[in-house]
């Protein structure tokens, strides 16, 4: 198993411009989720699906899109990029294992907005 | 709502010492509580899990255990290593939001030769 890739792994763009990070698990995990990290405030969820057709907001979903058309893929959409979009991307996967929902990350993707 | 608190970093270690990472964590009914790992340059990896109160969670020399008397899941290694060196995330799944994952700041470890 390939477990849970993302692409690209760097991106730069300009401000204003659109783009769509790509997201993808072969784990068949009913729940995905496109969280950012940046320095010193942890991981802040963005979107999240429980399955295919189903997507609901995390805690910052302002300038996201994101739809789930398969199990497999979560893509990401940033609408038009602002400088404040600047950050590590990680798509998650998980699924209940004993109770626990237990997640597996994405390598990331390092977005520079100029 | 639930919320989770870890101490801040940076950590530095000399190695051989002994870790200990707090965590402290809000959270309505029984939740479930990792820690995460993140080397330099990469995704996040569960290190450790535990799903009810007084489970101990292991792995690698790491462990951590659910007290829910003081709402803590502290992580504790009694010997590190320099290849140890990384960032700690403590985080909870809640039933209200079995989906979502809450993570705290994170704390960096670096331990010296």
């Known amino acids: 198993n390939a477990g849970v890739t993302q692409t690209p792994k760097f991106q730069v763009l300009k401000t204003g411009q659109s783009m769509t990070l790509q997201c993808a698990q072969d784990m068949n995990h009913e729940y995905m989720s496109w969280y950012r990290q940046d320095p010193g405030m942890g991981l802040r969820l963005i979107h999240y699906s429980v399955g295919a057709g189903i997507t609901d907001q995390g805690e910052v979903p302002n300038g996201y899109n994101v739809s789930r058309s398969t199990t497999e893929d979560f893509p990401l959409r940033l609408l038009s990029a602002a400088p404040s979009q600047t950050s590590v991307y990680f798509c998650?996967?998980?699924?209940?294992?004993?109770?626990?929902?237990?997640?597996?990350f994405g390598p990331g993707t390092r977005l520079t907005v100029t | 709502g639930d919320s989770v608190t870890q101490m801040e970093g940076p950590v530095t270690l000399s190695e051989e010492a002994f870790l200990t990472i707090n965590c402290t964590y809000t959270a309505t009914g029984y939740p479930s509580l990792f820690w995460y790992v993140q080397y330099p340059g990469e995704g996040l990896q569960l290190l450790l899990k535990?799903?009810?109160?007084?489970d101990k969670g292991s792995n690698k020399g790491f462990e951590a255990t659910y007290r829910k008397e003081t709402t803590s899941f502290h992580l504790e290694k009694g010997s590190v290593q320099v290849s140890d060196s990384a960032v700690y995330f403590c985080?909870?799944?809640?039933?209200?939001?079995?989906?979502?994952?809450?993570f705290g700041s994170g704390t960096r470890l670096s331990i010296r030769p």
């Open positions: 535990a799903t009810k109160a007084d």
């Open positions: 985080a909870l799944s809640g039933y209200s939001s079995a989906s979502k994952i809450i």
């Open positions: 998650a996967s998980s699924y209940s294992k004993a109770g626990a929902y237990e997640q597996y």
